[in-house]
């Protein structure tokens, strides 16, 4: 460990914040955003359907980086709207996050057995009702371990808003760079060793919930025993 | 007892349904009077489950009508004229007919006194302490008061479809539809289920429309009996007939075949 392994670790940590809110802000977003689209993407109208899969190939399909760019650099010189940094990344965390996600949530909801829909049917829920009521709480236990990997994702893509200027971990460790040549390996390490304590929480976080949700729904929380709650 | 005179409870008037192709209903024309038990049997395939789940509002009609209680189920009035059904009209019909699935179909995310809660107070308009006395009430009915609290999946299957009986009953509908609702359970179990339907079938004026293969069952509680072959009626008559003196070969061999196998 280097002389100065204080200083660089409290200089990075000045950089927590920063991931620590781009992250939370950016699942946020994401969670708004998997929903109304993933919803979107199984509505029946048509022109709904494609306006969402616009939304999802569009970001999906395109680089985060140029996203970012564009939201903070080109956006300005087109209609002079400069976002604060850590705003900007936030939504492109969101925004490119949420197509990923929206295809979770299609996934999931279409995943709930058709017999389920045809009960609720039966006892005459409106179709809002049917998905409130019966299908998402359904979905939402097979969304859980897919969004876990989606948010772990966007933990790590956080880093990218270095390019930015906002000030988060990876950002903080470049200010270090010209000082501390020497010391790069042990910058990157704590880097590192940030992310993944913060993944830990993530992944800890989305077990509580997983737990919690196969609880209200009868179910062991075990992947194999799918089939017991249901039948 | 029905009289044929009355009024009908559903009305089906020259029904057919297709699937692509596939003519799985071919010109259905019945009356159903209310309180009446219609059973329906027949090979798999012959139709049945597709007449349960046009009055259930599951399918949409390829052509003719169904009306229950004088109101066009799978239309509307509109301008003068009968249009196709939309979703607000089918809303408001659908709350006079329930059915009982051979899968149960209960809701995993909801506890048995909230799966009998939840459309009374969603749909219906009871509040929350209303609701929650009619299906205590009906759980009595069902034998399963003690597991108001549980969750559908640690009960057995007959306990499942006795809750499913009970959500369909806390709707108070004037149609209830049993589609194999005994298919799906372990023998020893069937008869319980079975005996309820009957005792709610004599203690009750809802019009039943019945698919099952328990021809005991269709036997002991129908007022009348169809046979299915290939999407048409070929028989119509009250049980003691149809059971001890079918007058289609068709009939004949099905219930040997049935019998047989039971």
Same mark, same amino acid.
């Given at each position: 460990m280097p002389d100065n392994a204080n200083r660089i670790v409290s200089t990075i940590l000045e950089g927590l914040p920063f991931t620590v809110i781009a992250a939370v802000g950016g699942i946020a977003l994401t969670i708004v955003l998997s929903l109304a689209a993933g919803l979107a993407l199984l509505s029946r109208s048509r022109a709904v359907r494609v306006i969402a899969r616009v939304y999802v190939e569009g970001l999906r399909g395109t680089s985060e980086v140029v996203q970012l760019f564009w939201l903070y650099f080109a956006l300005p010189a087109l209609v002079g709207l400069q976002l604060v940094p850590l705003y900007a990344g936030i939504l492109v965390l969101g925004l490119n996050h949420g197509a990923y996600g929206a295809e979770i949530v299609r996934g999931a909801v279409r995943a709930v057995p058709r017999s389920q829909v045809e009960g609720a049917l039966a006892l005459s829920f409106t179709p809002a009702q049917?998905?409130?009521r019966v299908v998402l709480p359904q979905a939402f236990v097979e969304m859980l371990p897919p969004f876990g990997n989606l948010f772990i994702q966007l933990l790590k893509s956080t880093a990218l808003l270095s390019f930015i200027q906002v000030t988060e971990?990876?950002?903080?460790?470049?200010?270090?760079?010209?000082?501390h040549g020497a010391d790069l390996p042990f910058i990157y390490v704590v880097e590192l060793l940030l992310y993944l304590v913060l993944a830990l929480v993530i992944t800890a976080v989305m077990r509580l919930l997983e737990r919690a949700a196969c609880r209200r729904i009868g179910r062991e929380p075990v992947r194999n025993r799918f089939l017991g709650g249901v039948g | 007892m029905s009289n044929q005179s009355d009024p009908p409870m559903i009305r089906f008037d020259n029904v057919v349904k297709r699937f692509g192709d596939n003519t799985v209903l071919d010109g259905f024309t019945c009356r159903m009077?209310?309180?009446?038990? *219609? !059973?329906l049997i027949g090979p798999s395939g012959s139709g049945k489950t597709t007449i349960l789940r046009l009055v259930m509002t599951l399918e949409r009609v390829t052509d003719g009508l169904i009306e229950i209680d004088g109101s066009p189920l799978s239309h509307m009035h509109r301008g003068g004229k009968l249009v196709p059904a939309d979703e607000k009209h089918l809303a408001g019909v659908r709350t006079r007919i329930g059915m009982v699935f051979q899968q149960f179909n209960l809701f995993p995310n909801m506890t048995?006194?909230?799966?009998? !809660?939840e459309a009374p107070v969603r749909v219906?308009?009871? !509040?929350?302490a209303e609701a929650d006395e009619r299906a205590r009430d009906l759980l009595d009915l069902v034998g399963l008061a003690d597991k108001a609290d549980e969750h559908p999946s640690r009960l057995s299957g007959g306990q499942q479809q006795r809750v499913a009986i009970a959500r369909a009953l806390?709707?108070?509908?004037?149609v209830l539809l049993l589609d194999e609702v005994t298919s799906a359970l372990d023998p020893e179990l069937v008869a319980g289920v079975l005996g309820l339907l009957g005792h709610i079938a004599d203690t009750t004026d809802i019009t039943f429309l019945c698919v099952t293969h328990e021809m005991g069952f269709a036997?002991? *509680?129908?007022?009348? *009996?169809?046979?299915?072959?290939?999407?048409? *009626?070929?028989e119509d008559a009250p049980p003691e007939r149809l059971f001890t003196d079918p007058r289609e070969e068709r009939t004949r061999e099905f219930l040997q075949a049935v019998v047989g196998r039971t």
């Open positions: 049917r998905m409130r971990i990876v950002q903080r460790g470049e200010q270090l760079r010209p000082t | 009077a209310p309180g009446e038990f *219609v !059973t048995v006194l909230r799966n009998i !809660t219906l308009g009871l !509040t929350p806390a709707m108070r509908p004037d036997r002991d *509680v129908s007022d009348r *009996v169809l046979m299915f072959d290939h999407g048409r *009626v070929i």
